[in-house]
């Protein structure tokens, strides 16, 4: 086990609902990435926050967004759900941004969109 | 043109066969290379990190070749437990550490 949990593990949703995904980030890491897999996909980075400031982040709508917090915890957060938002999301922790540090994974929580 | 390009299998293989993987990065500049391993509906794990020099962690051997902009992952004398789906990941940039990963290649060892 790595340390990183999720919740929830999984959760339903219909279209133009709003969510909210948490990850509590293992002990001593301060950066948390998300990442969104659709099915038989890799996983698609959306952002990443390093001490509560987001530190990059991929080519995902506006409607996506998150926080970190000051145990470095984080929120992903998408309004306006749609169908192709059902997917299986994932964050990671790091010790630091940069690249010289291992990420890891958390269960995931897996988003059904109807 | 995608990050990263794998073929994505499935690759169904007898056990105690040999299996190799290849996957594309398209960006130059990339730093860091790495194979996960993916279990079904379960979250990616690290299986290795490739270094230039290639290396070996048991049955399992990674290649670089940056010339080419390719990496490979061989896996020896394959066991029932190494099925799963093999995720080939580059990183590049600063700032950011996010990963880029590819489509995954599923890998199916039968008895």
């Known amino acids: 086990e790595t340390g990183v949990t999720q919740s929830p593990t999984h959760l339903i949703k219909t279209r133009g609902q709003q969510v909210t995904l948490r990850c509590s980030s293992q002990s001593g890491h301060n950066t948390v990435s998300w990442y969104q897999q659709a099915l038989g996909q890799g996983p698609q980075f959306i952002f990443q926050?390093?001490?509560?400031?987001?530190?990059g982040r991929g080519n995902f709508p506006p409607r996506f967004s998150g926080l970190q917090f000051p145990n470095y915890s984080s929120e992903l957060n998408v309004n306006a759900l749609e169908l192709d938002d059902s997917a299986l999301y994932l964050c990671?922790?790091?010790?630091?941004?940069?690249?010289?540090?291992?990420?890891?994974f958390g269960p995931g929580t897996r988003l059904t969109v109807t | 043109r995608k990050e990263v390009e794998q073929d994505p299998g499935p690759f169904n293989v007898p056990e105690g066969a040999t299996v190799a993987f290849n996957c594309t990065y398209s960006n130059s500049a990339s730093q860091s290379f790495f194979w996960y391993r993916q279990d079904c509906r379960k979250e990616p794990k690290l299986l290795m990190s490739?270094?230039?020099?290639?290396n070996e962690d048991g049955r399992f051997t990674a290649q670089l070749n940056r010339a080419s902009q390719y990496i490979s992952l061989l896996i020896r004398d394959s066991k029932l437990s190494d099925s799963a789906t093999y995720l080939c990941v580059v990183r590049w940039g600063t700032g950011a550490n996010n990963l880029f990963f590819g489509t995954g290649t599923r890998l199916t060892v039968i008895p």
């Open positions: 926050y390093y001490r509560e400031e987001e530190n």
């Open positions: 490739v270094y230039s020099s290639g």
């Open positions: 990671a922790s790091s010790k630091g941004q940069g690249v010289a540090y291992e990420q890891y």
